[in-house]
């Protein structure tokens, strides 16, 4: 049933509340704080040089939101969500937080964006530009961290000899791919930027060296050769149609004959309304891209078919981003 009055939609207008102190709180690195012990404001407030009028009135609604517990005027993380508040634990989505208050600033910009049809940026966070995009990276490694070993399995073609994953410096895609396949290596693609990061994250990692690691742009440089599959994840809604074709057919320069080309995208239904996540993620798009949206099976498949590629199949449907998009290249 939809929205039945005005209270509903007051309602929906205030839900922007607790988000926006969860981003304060990350981006202050105030959750930190209480990890190991707690502590007053006065404390967190001398630690961190804020100001503890500020500390204090953003702790206490924390408190009230039941994020954080408060006790005798000290403040503490709930023992089950330590792990998820914490920057060092694998369960961490604090980079996710980050990644999502960068995006609602952006979309704090919709009118302006609707209106020109142009993003309206509003800047680095508090953090700084260097941090969001680490910040980004490591969110998307908290979107696939916990899908990407069952996914792979589940739509793996088989007899893959070298996965090229574009845009893959998280790493996790092209972990799940070198885990299915024991004797395949991968070419990760990514900008120069990025590279450093995904150097560290397989530094220690007994995959590193089936890995191999190439910077460049892949809306703009030719794509590394020699790959028999090709994992384009989470790339073609932030790409206008135009530029998407011209991805796809460096990728069908790229493949070795008969390769495939794997997509994991939002994949919209004909009417554009379904599923809801991605009608969202597409205004996440204009607020963030200048082209980007979100596409449905036809629109991918006339693209596909446009640079070379044959068989196009939806292979999973997700009302997310783990949707696949599957073809080969002829």
């Known amino acids: 049933m939809g929205i039945q009055n005005g209270e509903q939609i007051l309602e929906m207008m205030r839900s922007y509340q607790v988000p926006c102190m969860l981003a304060a709180a990350a981006d202050l690195d105030l959750f930190e704080k209480l990890i190991s012990v707690p502590r007053t404001a006065t404390d967190v407030a001398t630690a961190t040089g804020y100001d503890l009028r500020g500390v204090t009135i953003l702790l206490d609604a924390l408190a009230a939101a039941k994020i954080i517990v408060k006790k005798d005027h000290h403040y503490s993380i709930p023992p089950e969500l330590v792990p998820y508040l914490s920057k060092g634990s694998p369960q961490s989505v604090i980079a996710m937080i980050r990644h999502q208050a960068n995006c609602l600033r952006r979309w704090s910009r919709l009118p302006w964006t609707t209106q020109t049809g142009k993003p309206d940026d509003p800047g680095p966070s508090i953090l700084g530009k260097e941090a969001d995009t680490a910040s980004f990276i490591e969110a998307m490694n908290v979107v696939s961290r916990g899908v990407a070993d069952k996914l792979i399995q589940e739509i793996h073609p088989g007899n893959v000899r070298c996965v090229l994953d574009l845009g893959g410096a998280s790493g996790s895609w092209t972990l799940a791919w070198l885990k299915a396949e024991p004797t395949s290596?991968?070419?990760?693609?990514?900008?120069?930027?990025?590279?450093?990061?995904?150097?560290?994250?397989?530094?220690?990692?007994?995959?590193?060296?089936?890995?191999?690691?190439?910077?460049?742009?892949?809306?703009?440089?030719?794509?590394?050769?020699?790959?028999?599959?090709?994992?384009?994840?989470?790339?073609?809604?932030?790409?206008s149609p135009d530029q998407n074709r011209a991805l796809y057919q460096r990728v069908a320069t790229a493949l070795e004959h008969n390769g495939w080309i794997y997509i994991r995208d939002i994949?919209?239904?004909?009417?554009?309304?379904?599923?809801?996540?991605?009608?969202?993620?597409?205004?996440?798009?204009?607020?963030?891209?200048?082209?980007?949206?979100?596409?449905?099976?036809?629109?991918?498949?006339?693209?596909?078919?446009?640079?070379?590629?044959?068989?196009?199949?939806?292979?999973?449907?997700?009302?997310?981003?783990?949707?696949?998009?599957?073809?080969?290249?002829?």
């Not at 004909?270 to 607020?287: D, E, H, I």
């Not at 590629?309 to 997310?320: A, I, K, N, P, S």
Request: proline share 4%; net charge negative.
């Open 185 to 239: 290596r991968a070419i990760i693609f990514d900008l120069p930027h990025v590279i450093p990061m995904a150097r560290e994250r397989f530094a220690a990692s007994p995959f590193n060296a089936r890995v191999e690691l190439r910077a460049g742009d892949f809306n703009t440089d030719d794509l590394p050769k020699g790959a028999d599959l090709a994992w384009v994840s989470a790339i073609i809604h932030q790409n």
């Open 267 to 330: 994949i919209m239904e004909s009417s554009r309304t379904a599923p809801v996540a991605g009608a969202l993620f597409a205004v996440n798009m204009l607020s963030g891209t200048e082209g980007g949206n979100c596409y449905s099976l036809a629109e991918i498949r006339e693209d596909l078919q446009s640079t070379g590629f044959t068989g196009v199949e939806l292979v999973r449907r997700d009302e997310g981003m783990h949707s696949i998009v599957r073809a080969r290249v002829r």
